[in-house]
């Protein structure tokens, strides 16, 4: 890893030194905080965790070859060599940051409150049609994980599309100050970690965070039709570039024509000219998601030819409005996460479906003391759509379940505490050739029932 050496990584983290001092002059060949994936001439990062503790397994990373580890624990007789930090997770955002200064590549940050996955997905195919690119995998978009995703970028990469995730104040601060962004990204201001930020105000506060370590000549790309993003005429000197479905926004969208689950075809239009495009992952979101990625492709010097083609060689990922097809029935697989407004997204496009349609709908974390209401509401919201039935999990969904009764008293609709009590009955409430939405938020492990469904 160009210029990481042990005696930059410790300088640049605060830490203490321990080993050889003819090592200290050596680059790591790799970073890792898992002990297993540490290969020879690495770096391995230990960090206590609930259920284990990273600092166990030195003896065993350098067994592997490890260049050094570095850690929090005091050791006098480590095997190795070694680096002692007050914080792993802060030393390593410290390595991070000046990793990506040293390569000098062009970064593209995305944050927002629904979408920021898809997002990414879009603008990293949009960008591949030109740049070598790296995106973020997985979940690794907070303080261990965005280090993690930089340390993934070898010389071939020619840009970086790093996804950005908080829940408090002051962490997108952090992030902001290791990515230092050339171009920033917002999808939308939503109802979700209202149990710390309070209220739409404040998460739209935490998410501005992004633009603390804007670059001078940076760029700014937000949702004109969010209401809270629309006020942001303009940051650190900075006018934004506006998208939306509305004609008022810079980049927006018209003849649109939904696929069913095939997609969604619409108009792009842009200063540059305009063009058709084909979607191919469902729902009014991904038309946001595409427009979001013309923005930024735009701004990065591609044209209008290859921005359309990453934008129909998009592929989904699992668990984020991902379509699995069996012989027994169609699944919607988004059961990565969910609040009030990626929830009422995902009702719309299962709306959409051909046949029998079934909502499995989990409970919704992090909502603050709001949380039943906030739940209510999406019954509300799904009573009023043509779906079929609707399968409630979890103790706050009770009031999911309740909101529905409240305007639709047609709809079938069924309540079962936890996953446990409703995969038995699963085979009994889902038809043959039934469309099935699956979706919760992350801690719910709804993955569990996409996984008996294609068992049916």
């Known amino acids: 890893m160009k210029g990481l050496t042990l005696e930059r990584i410790a300088h640049v983290c605060g830490g203490s030194y321990i080993g050889k001092e003819e090592d200290l002059g050596r680059e790591v060949t790799m970073i890792a905080t898992d002990s297993r994936k540490v290969e020879a001439g690495g770096l391995f990062a230990a960090i206590k965790g609930e259920r284990s503790d990273g ?25 190795g060599n070694y680096i002692r930090v007050p914080s792993t997770v802060e030393a390593l955002g410290a390595i991070a940051e000046c990793y990506l200064e040293q390569l000098q590549i062009p970064v593209v940050g995305v944050t927002g409150s629904v979408g920021k996955t898809s997002t990414k997905e ?60 050339d171009v920033c990204v ?26 603390d370590f804007l670059r001078p000549d940076g760029r700014v790309i937000l949702n004109g039709d969010d209401d809270k993003l629309a006020q942001l005429t303009e940051v650190k000197g900075i006018r934004p570039v ?30 540059q000219g305009e063009f058709a495009a084909q979607i191919p992952v469902p729902g009014l979101h991904m038309v946001r998601n595409a427009l979001a990625g013309t923005a930024v492709g735009l701004e990065c010097g591609l044209t209008l ?41 995902s009702l719309n496009v299962l709306q959409d479906a051909q046949g029998r349609k079934v909502a499995i709908l989990g409970d919704m974390g992090e909502l603050g003391s709001e949380e ?47 996953i446990e009590a409703l995969s038995g009955k699963l085979s009994q409430l889902v038809q043959r050739d039934d469309t099935v939405l699956v979706k919760a938020s992350h801690f719910m492990h709804f993955e569990q029932i996409v996984q008996c469904l294609e068992k049916l």
């Open 242 to 271: 506006f998208f939306g479905l509305g004609a008022g926004n810079e980049i927006y969208a018209d003849h649109i024509e939904k696929k069913g689950l095939d997609g969604i075809s619409c108009c792009i239009h842009t200063r």
């Open 122 to 181: 879009m603008i990293a195919a949009v960008l591949a049609q030109k740049y070598h690119v790296l995106k973020t995998t997985g979940n690794f978009n907070n303080a261990l994980g965005l280090p993690l995703t930089i340390f993934g970028l070898g010389q071939e990469h020619e840009i970086a599309v790093l996804e950005m995730g908080i829940n408090h104040f002051g962490e997108m601060h952090a992030l902001a100050k290791i990515a230092k962004p």
């Open 305 to 345: 030819a290859q921005i359309r083609a990453g934008i129909e060689s998009l592929q989904p990922l699992s668990g984020r409005f991902h379509i699995v097809r069996t012989e027994y029935c169609t699944i919607i697989d988004d059961c990565y996460n969910a609040n009030p407004m990626s929830m009422k997204g």
């Open 372 to 418: 039943a209401q906030l739940h209510r509401e999406v019954g509300v919201y799904a009573g009023g759509l043509d779906i079929d039935c609707c399968i409630c999990v979890g103790p706050l969904c009770r009031h999911l379940a309740d909101g529905i009764a409240e305007v639709n008293s047609k709809m079938q609709v069924c309540c079962f505490e936890d």
């Open 186 to 211: 917002i999808t939308n201001i939503g109802e979700c970690h209202l149990e710390f930020l309070g209220d739409r105000d404040g998460v739209l506060r935490a998410k501005s965070e992004i633009f």
């Open 55 to 79: 600092h166990d397994f030195l003896p065993a990373v350098f067994a592997q070859g490890a260049l050094a580890a570095l850690g929090e624990r005091e050791i006098s007789d480590a095997a």
